[in-house]
């Protein structure tokens, strides 16, 4: 197994492994990497469906999309843009946060993707939680924000009112790692709890433009 990093921030490509034929030494290797990496990308992959969920189930049971859950495969979503004007992915999201409990991680496999652009960006929150300035850490430290999935709803042509909703704190603590990371993000954050709407918007907006900031990010080039 050969490990490259992505870049400074996050990220690594992993060489030289099935994903399909983990032993458990392997699994447990791959599990170090991604708390210390927090992206982990697969090269020359070959996966089925049930495989692509064997795979993902490694790290606990699959929790199904509320709007997009593929008939045969309700643990896997597929993700398309091929003539729509519209795409719910060109925007900077954390994968389902409206969910009480959300996802550890989520898994992405690319059966197409165009020759130039396509790239999927990463954007380090551990490390853009610790550039906060002190007296903004000690603001946020108690607060929690609401999260809807009321816009993601219309696009599915759902009814908005009955979208699931959850509520977490802005700095939120990594169940194992213990890291602090920031917790926000444009498409689903709504406001603070207590606050209004219109009195939560300056500081999301702070919050949104900083925790996407280059000097956070990774990227990672689709090849098929």
């Given amino acids: 197994m050969q490990v490259i990093p992505m870049s400074a921030p996050l990220g690594a490509n992993i ?8 032993g458990d030494n392997q699994w447990q290797e791959i599990n170090r990497l991604f708390l210390q990496h927090r992206v982990l990308a697969f090269p020359g992959q070959t996966l089925t469906p049930e495989q692509h969920m064997t795979f993902g189930a490694r790290w606990g049971q699959l929790v199904r999309h509320p709007y997009a859950g593929m008939k045969d495969y309700p643990g896997l979503i597929e993700l398309k843009n091929t003539g729509k004007k519209r795409d719910v992915n060109q925007h900077w999201h ?14 992405l496999y ?7 652009g396509g790239d999927t960006a990463f954007s380090n929150q551990v ?13 946020l ?12 709803a219309a696009l599915y042509n759902a009814d908005a009112s009955e979208s699931p909703r959850a509520t977490h704190p802005v700095i939120r603590t ?12 444009r498409a689903f954050t709504q406001k603070f709890t207590g606050w209004s709407r219109s009195e939560s918007q300056g500081l999301l907006e702070t919050l949104f433009n900083h925790s996407t900031r280059p000097e956070y990010q990774a990227r990672h080039r689709w090849q098929v």
């Fill in 15 to 22: 060489l030289g492994v099935d994903v399909t034929r983990l």
């Fill in 110 to 116: 690319a059966l197409e993707a165009p020759e130039i």
């Fill in 174 to 185: 990594h169940d194992e790692t213990r890291e602090k990371a920031l917790y926000v993000c």
């Fill in 141 to 152: 430290a108690d607060m929690t924000a609401e999260h809807t999935a009321a816009g993601l």
């Fill in 94 to 107: 954390s994968d389902m946060t409206f969910n009480p409990a959300p996802p550890k991680l989520t898994m």
């Fill in 127 to 139: 490390i853009a939680c610790k550039e906060l300035s002190e007296g903004l850490k000690r603001t």
